[in-house]
T-cell receptor
Framework: ETGVTQSPTHLIKTRGQQVTLRCSSQ?????VSWYQQALGQGPQFIFQ???????GRGNFPPRFSGLQFPNYSSELNVNALELDDSALYLC???????????FGQGTRLTVV | KNEVEQSPQNLTAQEGEFITINCSYS?????LHWLQQHPGGGIVSLFM???GKKKHGRLIATINIQEKHSSLHITASHPRDSAVYIC???????????FGTGTRLQVFP
């Protein structure tokens, strides 16, 4: 039990739709990052939020966006879904920069 | 070339065997993480280290900063150790995690 929960656990969407994935971090964890993991691959960094501000972004297009809230929850939004967006999406929370990361169970998104 | 490389990609062992998984990285880091991922997706942090060696139960992690190399050892392996083991580094200036592609370990009774 990592204390980080993600919802929903599974989701099926149609190409072109929009999706919002949610992550509830451990209390006091002011850093949250999101990752995309395609089948058989390691997770790829999407972006990171520190105290509600984005402070790092990977090679993902602007249709991937996020928010972090004062209550330590966060969202990943993906617009104009494409088939290649099908993956496991993981969030990880940390108490601060350069500290241990605690991962959620992930949301498995399938785009059809 | 990936910034974090792991070897081997797949590993099969008999119960009781000593296992080593290697990780090499090419970027400046503030820390290295060893993670375990079971089928279904959840990732558990095993170690976070920036120098030397750490031990937890049957697991040992070492890091050589000069050589940019880390190893994860499992002593007296057990079928419940079967999982994907992922090496990730915290990049020095951005603190973002960069992941290796993982090592799939299967331990047979």
């Amino acid at each position: 039990e990592t204390g980080v929960t993600q919802s929903p656990t599974h989701l099926i969407k149609t190409r072109g739709q929009q999706v919002t994935l949610r992550c509830s971090s451990q209390s006091g964890h002011n850093t949250v990052s999101w990752y995309q993991q395609a089948l058989g691959q390691g997770p790829q960094f999407i972006f990171q939020y520190y105290r509600e501000e984005e402070n790092g972004r990977g090679n993902f297009p602007p249709r991937f966006s996020g928010l972090q809230f004062p209550n330590y929850s966060s969202e990943l939004n993906v617009n104009a879904l494409e088939l290649d967006d099908s993956a496991l999406y993981l969030c990880a929370s940390r108490a601060g920069l350069n500290t241990e990361a605690f991962f959620g169970q992930g949301t498995r998104l399938t785009v059809v | 070339k990936n910034e974090v490389e792991q070897s081997p990609q797949n590993l099969t062992a008999q119960e009781g065997e000593f296992i080593t998984i290697n990780c090499s990285y090419s970027v400046g880091i503030s820390a290295l993480h060893w993670l375990q991922q079971h089928p279904g997706g959840g990732i558990v942090s095993l170690f976070m280290l920036s120098s030397g060696k750490k031990k937890h139960g049957r697991l040992i992690a070492t890091i050589n900063i000069q050589e940019k190399h880390s190893s994860l050892h499992i002593t007296a392996s057990h079928p419940r150790d079967s999982a994907v083991y992922i090496c990730a580094v915290s990049a020095l200036n951005t603190d973002k995690l960069i992941f290796g592609t993982g090592t799939r370990l299967q331990v047979f009774p």
